[in-house]
């Protein structure tokens, strides 16, 4: 079955980086792109940006360009969200997602808490 | 951008059907049918229940139907059983140069 699994929970200090990544498995990776979607506590769901597992191609949020970098890895189909400066409104849920051309995310990762404390 | 606009919870006893509205703009939900409908529960990850406006995947129950007028889509829930009670997320694709897909609030359903 078409499955996403992302890397355990993480607690950074404010001003460090957090890589998480979002394996996939079941289907052909380079035929979807991958978002990633965040979740602060108690709070909706934000996009952040997606990469295409094609060619590489991203499109970042206007609000976190020059702090997020996507990739990818197609030898072993896992999709990485790297978040540098990190400030303690950063603390959430983060989700990647497989998205198609018509924009719906199908299936969702598991989700990784990433927390910023100092 | 703004998020789409949701109400922030909606209820209904078991048997009944609810709507759940999401209004957006022309360079959302109006322009394009790239409306999806998600439900999550607590501690869960969402799980897409409607896609392209009014499509269900394989799965999800026929009690669950989408539609659209104008820059307003509906996620309309018949036949309400415990287990729909959940948050529930519309997003859209969006021509906004500060984003690529928009999502809504999200709808606190609660089931009587």
């Known amino acids: 079955q078409v499955q996403l699994v992302q890397s355990g929970a993480e607690v950074k200090k404010p001003g460090a980086s957090v890589k998480v990544s979002c394996k996939a498995s079941g289907y052909t990776f380079t035929s979807y792109g991958i978002s990633w979607v965040r979740q602060a506590p108690g709070q909706g769901l934000e996009w952040m940006g997606w990469i295409s597992a094609y060619n590489g191609n991203t499109n970042y949020a206007q609000k976190l360009q020059g702090r997020v970098t996507m990739t990818t890895d197609t030898s072993t189909s896992t999709a990485y969200m790297e978040l540098r400066s990190l400030r303690s409104d950063d603390t959430a849920v983060y989700y990647c997602?497989?998205?198609?051309?018509?924009?719906?995310?199908?299936?969702w990762g598991q989700g990784t808490l990433v927390t910023v404390s100092s | 951008q703004s998020a789409l606009t949701q109400p922030a919870s909606v209820s209904g006893s078991p048997g009944q059907s609810i709507t759940i509205s999401c209004t957006g703009t022309?360079?959302?939900?109006?322009?394009?049918?790239?409306v999806s409908w998600y439900q999550q529960h607590p501690g869960k990850a969402p799980k897409l229940m409607i896609y392209e406006v009014s499509n269900r995947p394989s799965g999800v129950s026929n009690r669950f139907s989408g539609s659209k007028s104008g820059n307003t889509a509906s996620l309309t829930i018949s036949g309400l059983q415990a287990e729909d009670e959940a948050d529930y997320y519309c997003s859209s694709y969006t021509s906004s140069s500060t984003l690529h897909v928009v999502f809504g609030g999200g709808t606190k359903l609660t089931v009587l």
């Open positions: 997602a497989r998205e198609s051309s018509t924009a719906e995310f199908d299936p």
């Open positions: 022309s360079s959302d939900v109006g322009g394009y049918n790239y």
